[in-house]
């Protein structure tokens, strides 16, 4: 059975690289105000605060399903925001 939901097998680390990636971290932290994406940002450092802080979990998972509005899917995965291939550069 298929899920409509957009976060349906995406981990929080394919969530925090495609942010990071699309927004830039300053711009992520202007979104969302959290130190975890001002201060020396990190994918590391910002999994293992939102791992813990459900609240700040909830705003980043938010603004993912927001990010992936904004574009058609296919400019996502053009530009690399595929989740399934986050971290591999080759195509299948």
């Known amino acids: 059975m298929h899920s409509n939901d957009p976060l349906h097998g995406v981990t929080l680390e394919m969530?925090?690289?495609a942010l990071a990636e699309h927004y830039g971290w300053a711009?992520?932290?202007k979104k969302i105000n959290i130190n975890c994406f001002k201060s020396d940002p990190s994918i590391?450092?910002?999994l293992k605060f939102l791992r813990r802080?459900?609240?700040a979990r909830t705003e980043?998972?938010?603004?993912?399903?927001?990010?992936?509005?904004e574009?058609?899917?296919k400019?996502?995965?053009d530009a690399?925001?595929?989740?399934w291939t986050q971290g591999n550069k080759e195509k299948h």
Do not use: C, H
């Not at 980043?60 to 509005?69: D, P």
């Not at 690399?80 to 989740?83: A, D, S, T």
């Open 15 to 17: 969530i925090v690289t």
């Open 27 to 29: 711009e992520l932290a």
């Open 44 to 46: 590391k450092s910002s």
């Open 53 to 55: 802080t459900p609240w």
């Open 60 to 69: 980043v998972e938010a603004l993912y399903r927001e990010m992936l509005t």
């Open 71 to 73: 574009q058609p899917e």
């Open 75 to 77: 400019d996502l995965a």
């Open 80 to 83: 690399g925001f595929n989740p």
